[in-house]
């Protein structure tokens, strides 16, 4: 009698992450151009410098979708340009 009480163990939960971790997304870090024109646009060429507004140190958005989801800042790891995440949003 006793065990016909016993309660049946739950199957596991599957992890809702699992059905959409393969979709893409655009990840983007922002580095504001302040006063970037559309003539700027048209003489862009391989080798030209764009001037930016941003200081090194200082936190840039980071962005999926267009959604910002952190604060980030740019780290050179292995000669290669990186961001390491300081906040998330």
């Keep these: 009698m006793a065990a016909a009480a016993q309660a049946k163990p739950e199957p596991p939960v599957p992890d ?14 922002e580095v504001p151009v302040p006063g970037f024109t559309v003539a700027h646009l048209v003489s862009l060429a391989p080798g030209r410098l764009v001037n930016t507004n941003w200081t090194v ?9 267009a959604e910002l989801i952190a604060w980030s800042e740019f780290e050179i790891v292995n000669n290669h340009l990186a961001v390491r995440l300081t906040e998330l949003a």
Excluded: H, I, Q
């Design 57 to 65: 140190g200082e936190d840039v958005p980071l962005r999926v979708n």
């Design 16 to 29: 809702p992450w699992t059905r959409v971790e393969a979709l893409p997304c655009l990840l983007s870090a």
